[in-house]
Antibody, heavy 120, light 107 residues
Framework: QVQLVQSGAEVKQPGASVRVSCKASGYAFTTFGISWVRQAPGQGLEWMGWINVYYGNADYAQKFQGRITMTSNTSTSTAYLEMRSLRFDDTAVYYC?????????????WGQGTLVTVSS | DIQMTQSPSSLSASVGDRVTITCRASQYISAYLNWYQQKPGKAPELLISAASSFQRGVPSRFTASGSGTEFTLTINDLQPEDFATYYCQQSYVTPRGTFGPGTKVDV
């Protein structure tokens, strides 16, 4: 079955960077994109962007452009989200999900989430 | 940018009730609208894609419709496992992926 397993919780200081990993299994990794969504405590879902893991190109929500990088390693079936210049309001659960946000896209399988806490 | 709104933001209901959630887009999105269900402490789950195409295993008490800018999700005969937060998401207008703010269905 399709599984996305994310790396563990992180605590970072403001201004630091964080990298979250997402290891996929149960399907051919390069046939689906990987999307990233975050959810601040008690808040709704926020779309961050997605990566075409076959070509390696990513599409980011404007809010995050310049501050995040999505990458993937096809040999290990793992996707990565790096966020830089962390702020207190970046504290959230970060989810990876299988799916490409092309026209008509959807995300049908989700990782368990990674809590990133930004604290001094 | 496109804005997605949902109404109501929350509602209280009882087992057996019928509830309807509305999602509106600030621009035309054809039928490229997904619905997700999220329970506390869990990742979201895709219920419906393309406005009315149900994922395998979604109970028939869920119905969905709409196109253009207005969409609805209805739960008939509400069951205890349906108490959750529901999000809509558009995948038509760039930037695709925008979620609505969510509708919390609780007792």
């Amino acid at each position: 079955q399709v599984q996305l397993v994310q790396s563990g919780a992180e605590v970072k200081q403001p201004g630091a960077s964080v990298r979250v990993s997402c290891k996929a299994s149960g399907y051919a990794f390069t046939t689906f994109g990987i999307s990233w969504v975050r959810q601040a405590p008690g808040q709704g879902l926020e779309w961050m962007g997605w990566i075409n893991v076959y070509y390696g190109n990513a599409d980011y929500a404007q809010k995050f452009q310049g501050r995040i990088t999505m990458t993937s390693n096809t040999s290990t079936s793992t996707a990565y989200l790096e966020m830089r210049s962390l702020r207190f309001d970046d504290t959230a659960v970060y989810y990876c999900a299988r799916g490409s946000m092309v026209r008509g896209g959807k995300v049908a399988n989700w990782g368990q989430g990674t809590l990133v806490t930004v604290s001094s | 940018d496109i804005q997605m709104t949902q109404s109501p933001s929350s509602l209280s209901a009882s087992v057996g009730d019928r509830v309807t959630i509305t999602c509106r887009a600030s621009q035309y999105i054809s039928a490229y609208l997904n619905w997700y269900q999220q329970k506390p402490g869990k990742a979201p789950e895709l219920l419906i894609s393309a406005a009315s195409s149900f994922q395998r295993g979604v109970p028939s008490r869920f119905t969905a419709s709409g196109s253009g800018t207005e969409f609805t999700l209805t739960i008939n005969d509400l069951q205890p496992e349906d108490f959750a937060t529901y999000y809509c998401q558009q995948s038509y207008v760039t930037p695709r992926g925008t979620f609505g703010p969510g509708t919390k269905v609780d007792v």
